[in-house]
């Protein structure tokens, strides 16, 4: 079974600087996407970013950016001039290419706090 | 568009009450999910529908039935209710790998 993990459970940032937010997963599978949502206060999950595994190329969207490490199986999402409503939990979320309705894999997720 | 809508937000049950939640998506997508989310935790699946009449089980199916007699619902059932259920329930849809979800259902089973 896969597994997906993120070893930080709190992480926190300046407003306007630059984190990144660790994930690591376990698969047999060599063809997979990988995503982050973001969770706010208000609970939606919100699609942050997303790869996939067959793409040698980083995904990035606006500020968002992520380092995927095929090899090491690594999936770290850098979020740069952090803001203000960047604050929520963020879940990596891991799932197989089978083509049919295979559901999503959730780490536990990350608090980011955004300090002003 | 209203994309994958939910309800109710918010629901206290008794032990043993039973209740459908339901979820309602515009998108045309043939795939659907349900979730729930445990405090400190990631989602975890519970049911999933490839089509109209088509389910299988998720992860953590116990407690729970689904139906799809549409494409656009989705509805869990909890028959006998129990404190372990105590959860956020999410639904969720897709067509591609892409998964698009609701706003959440907070249900307390006390």
């Known amino acids: 079974a896969q597994t997906v993990t993120q070893s930080q459970p709190e992480m926190s940032v300046q407003e306007a600087e630059t984190v990144t937010l660790s994930c690591t997963y376990d698969t047999s599978e060599s063809d997979y996407y990988l995503f982050w949502y973001k969770q706010p206060p208000s609970r939606q999950m919100i699609l942050v970013i997303r790869?996939?595994?067959?793409?040698?190329q980083n995904a990035t969207e606006n500020r968002f950016s992520v380092n995927f490490q095929k090899a090491a199986k690594s999936f770290s999402l850098k979020i740069s001039d952090s803001q203000l409503g960047d604050a929520a939990m963020y879940f990596c979320a891991y799932r197989p290419s089978g083509g049919g309705a295979d559901g999503l894999t959730f780490g536990k997720g990350t608090h980011l706090i955004i300090q002003p | 568009n209203a994309g994958v809508t939910q309800t109710p937000k918010f629901r206290i049950l008794k032990i043993g009450q039973s209740m459908t939640l339901q979820c309602t998506q515009d998108m045309n997508h043939n795939y659907m999910y349900w979730y729930r989310q445990d405090p400190g935790m990631g989602l975890k699946l519970i049911y999933y529908s490839v089509g109209a009449g088509i389910t299988d089980k998720g992860e953590v199916p116990n407690g729970y039935n689904v139906s799809r007699s549409t494409t656009e619902d989705f509805p869990l059932r909890l028959e006998l209710a129990a404190p372990s259920q105590t959860s956020v329930y999410f639904c969720?849809?897709?067509?591609?790998?892409?998964?698009?979800f609701g706003p959440g259902t907070r249900l307390t089973v006390l």
């Open positions: 969720a849809s897709s067509r591609g790998y892409t998964q698009y």
């Open positions: 790869q996939e595994a067959y793409k040698q």
